[in-house]
T-cell receptor
Framework: DADVTQTPRNRITKTGKRIMLECSQT?????MYWYRQDPGLGLRLIYY???????NKGEISDGYSVSRQAQAKFSLSLESAIPNQTALYFC??????????????FGPGTRLTVT | AQSVAQPEDQVNVAEGNPLTVKCTYS??????LFWYVQYPNRGLQFLLK??????LVKGSYGFEAEFNKSQTSFHLKKPSALVSDSALYFC?????????????FGKGTKLSVIP
């Protein structure tokens, strides 16, 4: 979905390096999410943010941190990358004004490889 | 806790035949149920959702899904498969009601439509 963009799209990094993945959206949504996708495991939630001042841990937040710089921007950081963080990372957004049945809209993903 | 099971890792179907991708769920209370599709090198795209009411939900690209409360299932269906339907399909569930944010995904089912 072009309304949700992620940079970079692909990244190879070494163990121990700090890396930041960025997400921007033009949908005007207030809620943003970071997921990782591993083959055979589906998507798992890392962090979510309901507005700029409201950031929460998901089910697998260890080793990750996030920053919500503006309503439209949500960054994911790996402070010291390790090989088992090799995965496909997705940013998603949703609009709380849709009510509790809202769906989420996903970016194209960032493929991260930690060697 | 809530969970989603997609019992088939892969489904193969001949072009023009009907297709079914299975999903069962577990959630306390009433569910909101979603289907997403992921094409190669793309993010997840929303297909359809069940909120309440009619058990047969129609969505994008000719897909539909049938909600069965007694069997806790939400199977995705299409009357006539196209080669372009080949992709990875994810079922997801969220507990209904205000304050519920966690969207839990299944592990995904790879659909291959054979010409």
């Amino acid at each position: 979905d072009a309304d949700v963009t992620q940079t970079p799209r692909n990244r190879i990094t070494k163990t121990g390096k700090r890396i930041m993945l960025e997400c921007s959206q033009t949908k005007g949504h207030d809620r943003m999410y970071w997921y990782r996708q591993d083959p055979g495991l589906g998507l798992r939630l890392i962090y979510y943010s309901f507005d700029v001042k409201d950031i929460n841990k998901g089910e697998i937040s260890d080793g990750y941190s996030v920053s919500r710089q503006a309503q439209a921007k949500f960054s994911l950081s790996l402070e010291s990358a390790i090989p088992n963080q090799t995965a496909l990372y997705f940013c998603a957004t949703s609009d709380s004004s849709q009510g509790p049945s809202y769906e989420q809209y996903f970016g194209p993903g960032t493929r991260l490889t930690v060697t | 806790a809530q969970s989603v099971a997609q019992p088939e890792d892969q489904v193969n179907v001949a072009e023009g035949n009907p297709l079914t991708v299975k999903c069962t769920y577990s959630v306390s209370g009433n569910p909101y149920l979603f289907w997403y599709v992921q094409y190669p090198n793309r993010g997840l795209q929303f297909l359809l959702k069940y909120i309440t009411g009619d058990n047969l939900v129609k969505g994008s690209y000719g897909f539909e899904a049938e909600f069965n409360k007694s069997q806790t299932s939400f199977h995705l269906k299409k009357p006539s498969a196209l080669v372009s339907d080949s992709a990875l399909y994810f079922c997801a569930v969220r507990r209904s009601g205000a304050g519920s944010y966690q969207l839990t995904f299944g592990k995904g089912t790879k659909l291959s439509v054979i010409p």
